[in-house]
């Protein structure tokens, strides 16, 4: 989580009017900030130290120092460095749909590892780990994405159930223990259908993870642990597409950190299911 500018464009639409201020402020000139005791930044910006901290929780950051911590990295790694997500054009060149698709898929992951907390990502490969059951909850394009990790968490021999229409969802969230955990992939964090399954799951005691994009949003506000895809694409037009390879980049690091956890068991569970579909040809 060391850029701290692709954090801050990427949370920026989700803050108070007041700390939005503060964050346009430090976007303008980046390298500015880096001098400024935050008493002299409250002055510029006409804010209070306290708007400052806020601004700081809000985008998880634990303070001020490591939110400059962070712009200095951002400033050093940019330098001579510009790329930003682009739409597809009317009329574009197969060779333009290449590079744009291709680039704002790079982009994607690139700005997720930016807004992806490595003790929340921990936490939740522990809870995954000592789980009964995991339920994983997705529509749309995100139940694409719940049906990758069910794939791969069979293969591992981890109970793991992706089921992607409501009624599915609540009949099996209302038999969750607090024994289970509920993985809810929403990128916009504000699926209905994935709001109602994760209260009933809370309601059981069930342990509920997120994955959203980044910023507030209905689902992170009710999950225990919250991991946060980038939230680069927002036209229509792209119709998740980079989002999809960020939640799927998400997935494969917390597949892999279970299998990591019982790397021998794994290995064994995997040879074993890849022996079993060889056999099929």
């Known amino acids: 989580m ?19 201020k503060v964050a346009q402020y430090i976007l303008k000139d980046p390298d500015k900030i880096l001098a400024m005791p935050i008493s002299r930044l409250a002055k510029e910006c006409e804010a209070s130290e306290a708007t400052i901290i806020r601004m700081c929780r809000s985008l998880q950051f634990k303070g001020f120092r490591e939110l400059k911590l962070s712009i200095s990295a951002s400033v050093n790694k940019r330098e001579g460095h510009s790329e930003r997500y682009q739409d597809i054009t009317t009329s574009a060149s197969m060779k333009e749909i290449i590079e744009v698709v291709s680039n704002n898929n790079l982009q994607s992951i690139e700005a997720t590892l930016s807004v992806l907390n490595e003790h929340s990502m921990e936490d939740a490969v522990t809870k995954m780990e000592n789980a009964r059951r995991i339920l994983v909850v997705g529509v749309g394009a995100s139940a694409i994405v719940a049906q990758d990790f069910e794939q791969k968490c069979k293969r591992i021999n981890k109970w793991c159930e992706a089921l992607t229409d409501s009624h599915s969802q609540l009949t099996s969230a209302v038999h969750l223990t607090k024994e289970d955990v509920v993985l809810a992939v929403s990128y916009s964090g504000e699926t209905k259908e994935v709001i109602d399954t994760i209260k009933i799951a809370l309601e059981n005691k069930a342990t509920v993870i997120s994955i959203t994009s980044y910023g507030n949003n209905a689902v992170q506000g009710l999950a225990d642990v919250n991991l946060f895809a980038s939230n680069l694409e927002q036209s229509v037009r792209s119709g998740a597409t980079a989002s999809r390879i960020a939640q799927l980049n998400i997935v494969d690091i917390l597949f892999t950190g279970l299998a990591s956890k019982n790397y021998q068991t794994s290995i064994a569970f995997l040879d074993k299911t890849r022996n079993v579909i060889q056999n099929r040809f």
């Not at 850029?3 to 939005?20: A, C, H, M, N």
């Open 2 to 20: 060391n850029d701290g500018l692709e954090r801050i464009r990427q949370g920026i639409t989700t803050l108070k009017p007041s700390e939005r």
